[in-house]
């Protein structure tokens, strides 16, 4: 790298010149950040030398570990040969050709179809436009609204963070567009406890949201129904066991598509290749993005079923009116062929299920009776902590949401943990690489991050 700055000037460079994403810019001072340098495996290294266990993948991506030189090499390799070709004007290339044929035997059976963007966002706006151009084919062109669910997040673009359920997000720039209609979502920690419903009849309940959205807005115009199977930056919302099966139901009799969002459940994180088939559900849609390259290049897409890939093959429509200059962008396929190998290869979806998601689960769970906890979840390798003032009373919450989860965060970076804060609950989501022993340094690193918030508490 060719700056050559100490610790404290690449920081007042950055605070200079760049302007960072999710971030209070009234408040992020010169030495609030830090400034990563490299990354092995788990592990990072900042400016200041700390050695940090990267707990969130990066930002729920770096599924198969830093450094792979597999993928560095391929990626070498493929921008040696094709650097870059466009797939618009009937042209395609060998590493699209490629992912895509892979990505057929990984999806769901009936999946074999996949358009191509760079990242989770736009494939949120892609399938936005695929579905209500679906609906237009099938000569239903009054079948336009997507429901979706409180606190989703599907992105940051206009039709992303619309689709997505964050009030702060709607609150900047007039969102959400029209078409979109959000339900409850099926939080039992943070709604349904207060309910007085038990949490398997709370679960039934949020699903039957979806069906009484339905009938209230009318079923002949609705489009879609968009959910994440965990809600990830929501605070990963691991729903009620019978959350899934309920809503399946409701979508099996009714004429709309479902989209599962796998942008994080996708590609092994929750211990199956998909969150679907984690739940079991059929999607007609699904966005995906970071775990496909592991975060090594952008590349997005979403994934169709054979249902939708004929309705685009034998529509009358003429030319669908959409794609990225990068869509299928060479060295992001062979970014992703590498990765996808990688997976396949050291069986991590396979070790999710049954040794490392198990290990890590024991441990997490045992942080479930520290005195500041009051649910510890976690499906795969997908996991949160809330955070509560009294352990004998779950319906408390702490005055003034956020505070103490971001004191807690901070104890962990200084513990050397990267946890992320939503609300008052911390959040891992740590590559599926994972080892044994590195699940025993975080599980300790987070306990201590309990302990000293404890403390600070006080
Ligand atoms: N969908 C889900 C479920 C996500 O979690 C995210 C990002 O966290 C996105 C979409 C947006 O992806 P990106 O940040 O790559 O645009």
New binding site residues.
Partial sequence: MRINLSSHDLKAADHAHHLHPFTDHGTFGIDDRKVISRADGVWLWDTDGNRILDGMAG??CVNVGHGRSEIVEAVRAQMSELSYYNTFFKTSHLPVIELSKMLAEVTPAHMNMVFYGS??????DTVLRMVRSYWDIMGKPDKKVIISRKN??????VA?ASLGGMGGMHGQGDLPIPGIHHIEQPYWFGEGMQSGMSEADFGVWAAQELDRAIEELGEDKIAAFIA?PI???GGVIVPPDTYWPEVKKILDKRDILFIS?????GFGRVGEWFGADYYGTTPDFM?I??GLTSGYL?L?GVVMSDRVAEAFHNSAAGEFYHGYTYSGHPAACAAAIANLEIVKKEKLVERVRDDIGPVLQKFWHALGEHELVGEARMAGLFGALELVPDKSDLAKRFANVGRVGTIARDHSFKNGLVMRAVRDSLIISPPLTLSEEEAGLLAKAARKTLDDTWQTLK
């Avoid at 969002?261 to 459940?265: L, N, Y």
């Fill in positions: 930002l729920w990242s989770g966002s736009d494939s949120n989703a997040y599907h992105g940051s673009t992303g994440e809600q990830g930056a969002d796998e942008v994080i459940c966005p993005a970071k952008p997005g």
